[in-house]
């Protein structure tokens, strides 16, 4: 039996890679920070089947206990300060997290194999962040990196220390970089979910409008169900590389909305829209659409979720929480 080590099992991607690596056969371990996490339920109930450890990314003697106890094949490195708008409010704290934390546990997973360094595949969980103030349309993985924000810039830290560690060390360190990848376990901070939930709310009666920024930005936005299969594939290569993981469509905030209200069925959405200077970005990232020919063609991969279907099963999700919120 296979066994993997998931760092951030508490998002959304770690609870869709918990599930598929459970229905692959895998023993699965999950790090989880602090013994009152407020999420330690949610995986509880979720994946009863992972084995939870206590551990944190700032500390590597933890890391590389949880290791030993773990014994992986396979390590999942998800965990990250991931909200990007909160990177400008603490960007110390986020570098920390989502830059050193990289390294603590490429470290740590280092040690751990020994001199078996083939002893441990290890996945980085790279972001379209990365590239920011794009300098090619659509971005490759040979496209120049441009960070536009704090968590952007500790993002490619991570990137390039787990290239560092394959080159270096010869471990097979593996970095995905995922475009926006949303599903109905996506926090209500991220604009996604914000939009399907208050669609939600309005449809119901429960709410009069809906608060943005910039609505013109652009996403390439997919189905983070789709997008876990291709880290798993990564870690099955014999080689570790760096894959664009995406859908390559591009969508605007205001598609996004049209899609959600025409999902719950209300018309005239701009009634509901105010748009605030409080949620623009200090430095926006204008269009992201990635090129994921690479894994396509090596991985075998591609996108079964198109965008539309993605805003529908959000919307469909938060209609029966919010429905069930007022029985």
Do not use: C
Request: hydrophobic share 40%; no cysteine; charged share 25%.
């Amino acid at each position: 039996m296979p066994r993997a080590l998931i760092t951030g099992i508490t998002g959304q991607d770690g609870l869709y890679l918990s599930e598929l690596l459970l229905s692959k056969g895998y023993e699965v371990y999950g790090l989880i920070r602090g013994q009152n996490n407020p999420k330690y339920e949610l995986v509880r109930e979720t994946v009863p089947d992972v084995k939870l450890l206590t551990g944190d990314l700032m500390d590597v003697s933890s890391l590389v206990r949880i290791l030993d106890s773990a014994n992986p094949d396979e390590v999942y490195n998800l965990g990250a300060i991931s909200f990007v708008a909160y990177s400008w409010e603490n960007a110390s704290v986020t570098s920390d997290v989502t830059g050193k934390g990289v390294l603590n546990m490429l470290e740590a997973t280092r040690h751990y194999a020994g001199d078996d360094v083939s002893k441990v595949r290890f996945y980085q969980a790279s972001s379209s962040e990365m590239f920011g103030k794009v300098q090619e349309v659509p971005q490759r993985e040979e496209t120049l990196l441009w960070p536009r924000s704090p968590y952007g810039v500790a993002k490619v830290y991570g990137h390039y220390m787990t290239i560092n560690y394959r080159e270096s060390y010869g471990m097979h360190a593996s970095s995905g970089i995922l475009f926006n990848h949303e599903s109905p376990r996506r926090g209500p901070e991220f604009v996604t979910r914000k939009v399907s939930q208050a669609v939600a709310r309005i449809k119901l009666g429960l709410q009069d409008e809906l608060v943005l920024g910039n609505l013109d930005a652009k996403r390439d936005w997919g189905f983070a169900g789709d997008y876990v299969e291709a880290m798993w594939l990564m870690l099955q290569q014999s080689a570790a590389d760096d894959y664009v993981i995406s859908t390559g469509e591009t969508h605007s905030i205001e598609e996004l909305l049209e899609a959600a209200f025409e999902a719950a069925g209300v018309a005239d959405w701009r009634s509901y829209i105010r748009q605030d200077p409080r949620f623009m970005r200090p430095a926006e990232v204008d269009l992201l659409i990635g090129d994921s020919t690479k894994a396509r063609t090596v991985l075998g991969w591609k996108p079964k979720v198109s965008f539309r279907e993605l805003v529908q099963m959000m919307v469909e999700s938060d209609l029966r929480e919010q429905s069930a919120l007022i029985r």
